[in-house]
Structures are given as structure tokens and as C-alpha cells.
């Protein structure tokens, strides 16, 4: 059974439509109305192997905050759906990024419980045409919006660039790391029997 999800979401500030393959080959085509951020979650498909397809618009007249938290709402819901009942799931992700002079850290749990764990500082305020401190507000709608536990640190810290980037990419290995199927599981791993 493919592993996608399409999703819409309509407010008055954004207008989104994504469409989510988690069993894909890394292509996108992406377009939010923010450079960087197109960028960054060009290198989350890529490097997760996913196939993306997003389009939004967004009160950009105001600043990139809406545009940016309701993409990762939207992108938590299609994981979650995307993903389906979890059976036979590695449930657990994790990955040490290297970027230059940065590393970043990021593990992934599939729980059914969000939370977002945190340990991280840009050195600038803006990277493009991107505010730095929306990272953390994607990452934390993410976490979520898709019921999953999403801790993210900054090991080696360095240009605002590659710290975001290392995150966008190590989140994308260490959620395929999680959604992998082992054939030794077969039901959810969980002792509760869901997830």
C-alpha cells in the first residue's frame, strides 16, 4: 500500500495543498513564497528520500510566520497519515548531521505523543528571506501535528545557514530511519500494542 497523504488546509492567513510520499525518490517541487524555506524543505526531500509536492500562499505582507508554522502543521498532518497505523515500523530515528563547521543532532520517535525538545541558537536573525527563530516554531508544528517526539540540538554551532540546513536534513534522515519497515516486527512496537 503506498505511504501518502494529501492534505488542504484553508484560513484566512494561508492557503496550503501538499501532497506527501514517504516511499519516494527525494523529487519536489515546492513553492511557499520563501526562498530559504523552499530550500530547506527541498533538502528534507531530498535527503529523506521523499516525494513532495507543496504550494502555498501565505500573508507574506505580514511576515513569514503564518506561511511558515501552518506548512508544518500541514506536513505533521501528512506525515501522520502518510505513515498510517505504524505496524511493522522501526518506530525510532536518529542522526548525527555534519555541515561544515556545524553538527546537529536529531532523533525521532513515532509515539503518538508530541514533543519537541530543543537545544539550539542562530547567530543571526534572518538567513535569505527567512526569519531564523521560525525554525524552531516549524519544527515544534511539526512535532505536533504528527504526534511524534522530535528532539533537535545543535552540537557544533556555526553560520545560521548550515545550522538550519543540518536540521531540515538530519530530521529527514532520522524520520526515514523511522518509518523503515523490519520484517521482525509484526504488529507495532509498543508493549502498549499501539501506537
Not at 501532497?19 to 524543505?41: A, E, N
Not at 522501526?90 to 537545544?119: F, H, N, Q, T
Not at 522530535?150 to 545557514?161: A, D, E, P, T
Amino acid at each position: 500500500m503506498a505511504r501518502e497523504a494529501l492534505i488542504e488546509r484553508n484560513t484566512k492567513e494561508t492557503q496550503i495543498r501538499l501532497q506527501l510520499k514517504i516511499d519516494g525518490t527525494g523529487s519536489s517541487d515546492i513553492d511557499t513564497g520563501i526562498g530559504f524555506f523552499d530550500h530547506m524543505l527541498d533538502g528534507f526531500t531530498r535527503h529523506g528520500l521523499y516525494d513532495l509536492t507543496l504550494r502555498v500562499h501565505g500573508d507574506l505582507n505580514v511576515d513569514d510566520h503564518h506561511t511558515i508554522e501552518d506548512t508544518g502543521i500541514v506536513l505533521g498532518n501528512a506525515i501522520r497519515e502518510a505513515v498510517g497505523d505504524k505496524k511493522g515500523i522501526k518506530r525510532y530515528g536518529s542522526c548525527i548531521l555534519p555541515m561544515d563547521e556545524v553538527l546537529v543532532l536529531c532523533a525521532v520517535d513515532l509515539s503518538g505523543r508530541p514533543y519537541l525538545g530543543w537545544d539550539a541558537e542562530f547567530s543571526t536573525e534572518k538567513t535569505g528571506d527567512m526569519a531564523t527563530e521560525m525554525v524552531k516554531e516549524f519544527f515544534y508544528a511539526v512535532s505536533y501535528s504528527a504526534a511524534m517526539n522530535l528532539h533537535i540540538k545543535v552540537l557544533s554551532g556555526g553560520n545560521s545557514h548550515h545550522v538550519a540546513e543540518a536540521m531540515f536534513k538530519s530530521f529527514a534522515k532520522a524520520l526515514d530511519a523511522a518509518t523503515q519497515y523490519d520484517s521482525r516486527i509484526t504488529d507495532v512496537l509498543s508493549t502498549k500494542g499501539s501506537l
